[in-house]
């Protein structure tokens, strides 16, 4: 059971990466708009309506619904279920369907319809982050949410305002050795987004066609993993 919770932690950063990658190469490819953090998505949904910006608009608009679509998908087809590990078949069944959007939306961009599918792009690229938001939310391992880097942010500051307050009661050697692991995974969900994003945009600046592929193998690798690893996990109780 340790085992398997520790390869979900490292599956979990990974999933981070991709949602970082995905930003960027949605940002940039696809008209100014975010399909995996849509707190930043809402506010330039806000922005272009003050300016009357229609299509930055309807771009905003199409992504809040992808995702909305992709997390009602993944909810109905994880169910309510949980298994002790947090991480069930139906949840590695959630990612096939992820993976699959990710390879469509890379195969479609490389494609000479790329430009006239912008709008269906953005809303299947949504879609697979609204799938992996939730899918990440049900696993519910250190709070870590893949796509909302505020709420990871948050509990970084919290754990670092808890760490110092501790400091002072005991040795730093002591303290640090005493830390629970989710103190760390949540600071390196944090640092491996921005990491995916920096990435993204080194490769988009250089190799565009390539970089829509890295997220459809980081995402289609974890996948094809945990098939292999818990594929064996069942709810605990009724996913209807």
């Known amino acids: 059971m340790h085992h398997q919770i520790t390869l979900q932690k490292y599956a979990l950063l990974i999933l981070c990466m991709a949602a970082g990658m995905v ?16 707190t930043g998505n809402i506010v330039l949904l806000g922005i272009a309506i003050a300016r009357a910006q229609e299509f930055v608009v309807l771009r905003s608009l199409i992504a809040l619904i992808g995702f909305i679509i992709g997390n ?6 994880i169910g309510w279920g949980r298994s002790e590990s947090g991480w069930t078949k139906r949840i590695t069944t959630v990612f096939v369907v992820e993976s699959s959007l990710l390879l469509f939306f890379a195969v479609a961009m490389i494609s000479p319809y790329a430009e006239q599918l912008s709008y269906l792009l953005i809303l299947v690229l949504a879609a697979a982050m609204g799938i992996q938001t939730t899918a990440a939310r049900r696993i519910g391992i250190a709070g870590i949410s893949t796509t909302v880097l505020t709420n990871n942010l948050a509990a970084v500051v919290e754990d670092t305002v808890s760490i110092m307050y501790r ?6 050697k002591s303290l ?11 600071a390196g ?5 921005l990491v995916g994003i920096i990435a993204a945009a080194l490769l988009f600046q250089h190799w565009p066609l390539i970089s829509v592929w890295i997220p459809v193998l980081l995402v289609g690798g974890i996948t094809l993993y945990a098939w292999t690893q818990f594929s064996d996990v069942r709810d605990t109780t009724s996913g209807s």
Do not use: W
């Open 23 to 38: 930003d960027l190469i949605g940002y940039l490819a696809l008209g100014h708009v975010l399909t995996a953090n849509m």
């Open 72 to 77: 009602a998908i993944a909810a109905r087809m």
């Open 167 to 172: 400091m002072r009661h005991t040795s730093a």
């Open 176 to 186: 640090f050795k005493s830390l629970s692991g989710d103190v760390y995974l949540r």
């Open 189 to 193: 969900a944090v640092l491996i987004y």
